[in-house]
């Protein structure tokens, strides 16, 4: 619509209220919106199965910080921390278990995106043009409209659309010759035969809402597994530390000796080759000092790294946690290993992402067989306004309005393309039958190897302590031998190392076995991840689970009879 009546004061109008239009809400709103929304969902779709609903918000910075590239501050560390304290900064810090929960935040945000084609969505738009012709021809040229659509979409593939929209050119331009009218548009698609209308919409909406629920179950899966992975780092890092304190003792044992053989040699009652072999021994327990103590330097430093603190903090691991696990010491599992397995089939959350993708790829076969017939779809539309100086939403003219009514068919003459999406479906559906096949038979040997290594790792413990206890004796009876001139010097300088030895397995055999019995835990699926990071074991090896696994059997094979 042109007009050229005040064409400066129009323009002026104009742009300001587009400017100001266009100006909207702040990017910080947006954020938040977007924040909203996609933690709604998140804590709709979690269950309780899941582990407690904790450690998922992802964190970022201001945009306005971001002009320069700069290092995000490190966390303040303790100067002694508790395992409690690792896996709490862990969880909060770790830049591998950022990706991850910006992995899951990124995968809602995707269906936030599906689910907004069928919401309400309001529209408003500016057209502005304006020429010059010679020095008294003006001309503008605008158009402006404001309105909302929307879609509804039904599981059986019904698609109806509606529009409602008022032409406001006459409110920027005050031309009276400008009409002004609200106009109803809307459209029905129902699919008869096949698999036309909607159902190919719907089905995307619901593997985009099913892919949310896969990526949470991924997310507590991943969890679980951080949790395991932070606790083993944080007892091999001490494991190293009482490593170096197990070499200084020994380096204080061999000393003693050695000065025990100088004096008796000055005496005469030992030879100069004793006080060369103890004087070696010692040089060796002073290298195997320097040498464990750059290990747990560099383990402590890798522990740091892992955690997203600074590598030059000066923190040390409390060495209680240790020592509250020597005396704990090991047990024996209470359990079956049958009930063990049947447990992580029903609990294993990888587990019912493999069973349930079963069902994504038979829909998707059944879709694809109904696009291989005759394709018939009834499709409706109507459009009607309102008189024209009329905003009024209940002054629209139905009965002035434009109806149309027909039918769209597609007469299979030509399914090449249909055929051959027919049949990927069905041969996706076979692997993923397949893959479900294989993930059962995984679950099943890793929960075997996990039993089989908790049962190996308390008997090693158990070895290991006794070994301990004999090395223990050895040293002190060699060194009444050697005063009664029973033994020679080696022998007690090789019981001394053994010693040493026997300490370090019987550390490393006790943390072996917390590993696997945390590693068990998580693969029987009964580990837990609390809000503070830590874990709990939840015992379900008795109920339902036999019942359950059934239930699942039974769904697996109507899936095979419905296709």
């Not at 019904?158 to 031309?175: E, H, M, P, Q, V």
Request: proline fraction near 2%; aromatic fraction near 8%.
């Amino acid at each position: 619509m042109a007009t050229r009546r005040q064409p400066k004061k129009f323009v002026y109008t104009a742009i300001a209220l587009t400017l100001a239009i266009m100006s909207g809400c702040s990017p910080e709103f947006h954020k938040d919106d977007a924040d909203k929304e996609v933690y709604n969902i998140i804590d709709h779709k979690w269950r309780a199965g899941f582990g407690e609903k904790a450690n998922y918000i992802v964190s970022d910075s201001n945009l306005a910080d971001q002009n320069e590239i700069k290092i995000t501050s490190y966390p303040v560390a303790p100067e002694t921390m508790s395992l409690a304290q690792a896996v709490g900064i862990a969880t909060a810090n770790s830049r591998n278990y950022q990706a991850r929960k910006e992995n899951l935040y990124l995968n809602v945000l995707s269906l936030t995106g599906e689910r907004y084609k069928y919401a309400v969505q309001w529209f408003a738009t500016v057209d502005v043009g304006y020429s010059k012709s010679g020095e008294s021809t003006e001309d503008i040229e605008a158009g402006a409209e404001f309105g909302a659509r929307k879609t509804i979409l039904t599981p059986e593939g019904i698609i109806a659309s509606s529009a409602l929209k008022i032409n406001w050119s006459r409110f920027l331009t005050g031309d009276p010759r400008i009409t002004l009218a609200s106009i109803l548009t809307a459209d029905v698609i129902v699919p008869l035969l096949g698999g036309g209308g909607g159902k190919a919409d719907w089905e995307n909406l619901t593997q985009a809402e099913r892919d949310v629920l896969y990526g949470i179950r991924e997310f507590n899966r991943f969890r679980q597994t951080f949790v395991v992975d932070t606790i083993n780092a944080y007892y091999g890092v001490l494991q190293q530390r009482d490593t170096v304190t197990n070499a200084q003792n020994n380096y204080q044992r061999v000393l003693e000796s050695q000065d025990r053989l100088e004096m008796e040699a000055e005496a005469g009652r030992r030879t100069r080759i004793d006080v060369d072999e103890a004087r070696q021994n010692v040089l060796r327990a002073q290298e195997s000092v320097v040498s464990t103590r750059q290990r747990y330097e560099r383990t402590l430093d890798d522990f740091k790294f892992r955690l997203a603190i600074a590598t030059d903090a000066n923190i040390e691991l409390d060495q209680n946690e240790l020592a509250a696990l020597k005396e704990m010491g090991v047990t024996e599992p209470t359990f079956a290993l049958d009930e063990a397995i049947e447990t992580a089939l029903v609990s294993r959350l990888d587990l019912a992402n493999s069973t349930d993708k079963i069902d994504d790829n038979l829909r998707k076969a059944k879709l694809a067989a109904e696009g291989l017939g005759p394709q018939l779809n009834v499709k409706a539309t109507i459009e009607a306004a309102s008189p024209d100086e009329e905003t009024d939403f209940e002054r629209i003219r139905f009965h002035e309005g434009d109806y149309t009514v027909g039918f769209d068919a597609d007469l299979p003459f030509d399914r090449k393309n249909q055929r051959n999406a027919y049949r990927t479906s069905l041969i996706n559906l076979e692997r993923q039958k397949r893959q479900y096949a294989a993930d059962v038979d995984s679950v099943k040997l890793e929960v075997r190897d996990a039993y089989r290594r908790l049962i190996q790792t308390a008997e090693q413990y158990r070895i290991q302590d006794n070994s301990l206890k004999l090395a223990t004796q050895r040293v002190e009876s060699n060194r009444l031998l050697l005063d009664a001139g029973r033994v020679t010097v080696r022998i007690l300088l090789e019981s001394q190392d053994s010693l040493v030895n026997a300490e370090n397995a019987v550390t490393a055999a006790l943390i072996e076995h917390l590993n696997a019995k945390l590693s068990f835990y998580r693969d029987v699926g009964i580990l837990h991840v609390k809000p503070d990071g830590m874990w709990a074991q939840i015992d379900t090896f008795t109920g339902n689970t036999k019942n359950d696994r059934e239930r699942q059997k039974s769904r697996l094979i109507g899936a095979e009879e419905n296709l």
